[in-house]
């Protein structure tokens, strides 16, 4: 027995690993902020940290209000209703999703600013009027809100729809009307989803410091790129990168107690989902319209935009531009498939262990919850938590070699694609694990136990097995990780090598330059790609949609 349980730790060892190295920039930036500088803090607050800490506070409630009411309200009505186009809308609504935040703060900035088409038109017809100004935090707020309620409207339409039509009906029999049913019963019952939703879009706002930027609305995540290109202090940026992990920790607490204790159980019923009741008249063409015209803002009119300016800029390019085009785009291409195989071979040790821990398997378990944080975690806090041990490690590198043999190598591990696949992996880790720990939960024990019975080593069990019945999984937590470091800006922005762009750091300096169709082409790229989890969500949901009603 004893040996058994030595096997199991010793097994465990590379998954204690790889939970370490993940977890260590959370690490780093905390210890940061236990042993803080004055001097530091003292010119952070006389400075720009309480405007950021202020604009911070504002982004988050703000986008949280927004992608509460707009996500849940469009789910509702899709949901509880039959209009025009709904069957339609139910799967358009998510198209907002493949639209990274910057691309779409880009674009509106470029549309609504001064000089831009809509108040030169409205200027031209009405003479001089007043206009809100764009490049403000309600701006921003708009920006996020409308690239971000998809996260809240994916998870209430899958609430509502896990709901039993006996138990709202139940309601309605008991003299409540449909929207008092709504208020009473069904929110209550999707108030984990909702939660659950709402921080995930919270996330996205706080590690988002691009489309700030341009609206003029300086917050945390913002001022660490701002202070470590502008400054070069890495000591400041990874404190002020500790105040932001405590805005991240705060969110992850709030959700928790968002959901709260209470837990809800659906019992099932004869008809399983509400009931949709026909809205008819100028009622069904009103909420036709009012999804219609949150899929224009949110998704075709900037696409549109995008289009036009892209057209018009391949017609003016010079060979130069497409050169450096491909360029970029193969180094993006390069990354994203390098970050999503590693992600994919880590999420595979980390979940095959979990499976097989045997006496071991709380440890690997603990292990796997800690590996799968940090999405939760900002993108400029894993940035800077992990410059700081590999600049560490770089020197002392050239120490012991100029010690030893009198030579410097330089910086080998800051500033490469070593540091930059690393953080990668540790930010997207948890979208890789959960498409792969899902797959792995379908495979029955009875096939595990029959190959080991025939005598099956663990290793081979994995490779003829196990791989060849989650390929889809795999498949599927490959293309997520992919696309998000496609239009991954934080982390590229400070850990790539000198002089190697991505298309979206392409995007960012052309439209901090205000080169809007300079920065089209790779925007619709980036664009296009963010498209194939969002049909790749489509299909899980039609496919769960038909098991359903098959049983």
């Known amino acids: 027995m004893m040996v058994k349980r030595g096997q199991s730790v010793l097994s465990a060892l590379p998954i204690l690993l790889i939970g370490g190295l993940i977890v260590l920039p959370v690490v780093v930036v905390l210890s940061a902020l236990l042993t803080p500088t004055p001097q530091i803090w003292g010119h952070l607050w006389a400075t720009i ?32 209703y039959r209009f025009p186009g709904r069957a339609a809308f139910d799967w358009l609504l ?156 705060a969110l992850i607490a709030l959700e928790r107690l968002l959901r709260g204790r209470a837990r809800y159980f659906q019992t099932g019923g004869y008809s399983p989902g509400i009931g949709r009741v026909r809205l008819t008249g100028w009622r069904g063409w009103g909420a036709a319209g009012l999804c219609g015209l949150v899929l224009a803002i949110a998704f075709l009119v900037p696409v549109l935009q995008l289009a036009l300016w892209a057209v018009r800029d391949l017609v003016q390019a010079g060979p130069s531009t497409l050169a450096a085009y491909w360029r970029l785009a193969g180094n993006s291409l390069l990354l994203s498939g390098l970050a999503a195989g590693v992600a994919i071979i880590v999420a595979v040790v980390v979940s095959n262990g979990v499976r097989m821990g045997g006496s071991g398997g709380w440890l690997t378990r603990a292990i796997a919850r800690l590996a799968s944080t940090g999405y939760a975690i900002p993108g400029a806090v894993i940035a800077v938590g992990i410059l700081l041990p590999l600049s560490a490690i770089d020197h002392a590198l050239n120490d012991l070699l100029e010690g030893w043999r009198g030579i410097t190598i330089g910086l080998v591990l800051t500033g490469s694609l070593v540091g930059l696949i690393y953080a990668y992996v540790v930010r997207f880790m948890a979208v890789a694990y959960n498409s792969v720990e899902s797959s792995l939960e379908k495979v029955t024990p009875n096939i595990s136990l029959a190959a080991r019975t025939l005598g099956a080593s663990p290793r081979r069990l994995l490779w003829q097995i196990h791989l060849p019945l989650i390929t889809p999984g795999l498949l599927a937590g490959a293309i997520l990780v992919f696309v998000d470091v496609m239009k991954e800006l934080p982390i590229t922005m400070i850990l790539r090598p000198f002089g190697y762009d991505t298309l979206a750091i392409w995007v960012w300096q052309m439209a901090a330059e205000s080169l809007w169709a300079g920065a089209a082409l790779p925007a619709l790229t980036i664009v296009a790609v963010g498209v194939l989890p969002v049909i790749l969500l489509l299909r899980i949901t039609a496919a769960k949609s038909g098991s359903e009603s098959n049983q």
């Open 94 to 249: 998510l198209l907002p999703m493949a639209v990274p935040t910057f691309v779409m703060g880009y674009v509106y900035m470029a549309t609504l600013d001064f000089a831009g088409p809509v108040q030169s038109t409205l200027r031209g017809l009405f003479g001089s009027i007043w206009f809100p100004e764009i490049r403000s935090g309600g701006g921003a707020v708009l920006v996020m809100t409308l690239v971000l309620y998809p996260y809240v409207y994916l998870l209430a339409r899958a609430a509502f729809q896990e709901q039993a039509r006996n138990t709202f009906e139940a309601a309605r029999a008991m003299g409540y009307s449909r929207t008092s049913a709504f208020f009473r019963l069904a929110l209550p019952l999707a108030r984990p989803s909702l939660a659950a939703g709402v921080a995930l879009a919270l996330m996205e706002a706080l590690t988002d410091f691009a489309t700030v930027r341009f609206f003029n609305f300086p917050t945390l995540s913002e001022g660490i790129i701002r202070v470590w290109h502008g400054m070069m202090d890495l000591r400041a940026a990874t404190e002020l990168a500790g105040v932001l992990l405590l805005f991240a920790l």
């Open 49 to 80: 940290l309480p405007e950021m800490i202020g604009n911070t506070l504002v982004l988050l409630l703000g986008v949280g209000v927004g992608t509460l009411l707009l996500g849940t309200g469009l789910a509702w009505l899709t949901v509880a």
